[in-house]
Nanobody, 121 residues
Framework: VQLVESGGGLVQPGGSLILSCAASGFPFSSYDMSWYRHAPGKERELVATTTSAEGRTNYADSVKGRFTISRDNARNTVYLQMNSLNTEDTAVYYC???????????????WGQGTQVTVSA
């Protein structure tokens, strides 16, 4: 199983970035995919989720209207479009895959290694 994030970097306040998370080794379309972030001195925060079945999306209040999560099941990739970035968005961003088996009830989850996003003038 692999989740490989990319697209992070340094951006000025007000700028945009697109993060990508390429998945392999598990049935991607059956998994809910999420982006989390972890900033120094802060708790890890769930940023956005897209569900496996209907592709519903949910966002943290702190990013609503600025970030958009999307998935391409044909490419086994989840994206996070980030607009109007500010310094509070500086963090390491991680993607997570999660699934609960209807047969066994077992919960599966996988994490990527993270990609740094720094918003600074």
């Amino acid at each position: 199983v692999q989740l490989v994030e990319s697209g992070g970097g340094l951006v000025q306040p007000g700028g945009s970035l697109i993060l990508s998370c390429a998945a392999s080794g598990f049935p991607f379309s059956s998994y809910d995919m999420s982006w989390y972030r972890h900033a120094p001195g802060k708790e890890r925060e769930l940023v956005a989720t897209t569900t496996s079945a209907e592709g519903r999306t949910n966002y943290a209040d702190s990013v609503k209207g600025r970030f958009t999560i999307s998935r391409d099941n044909a490419r086994n990739t989840v994206y996070l479009q980030m607009n109007s970035l500010n310094t509070e968005d500086t963090a390491v961003y991680y993607c997570k895959a999660a699934h609960i088996s209807k047969l066994s009830g077992f919960a599966y989850s996988y994490w990527g290694q993270g990609t740094q996003v720094t918003v600074s003038a």
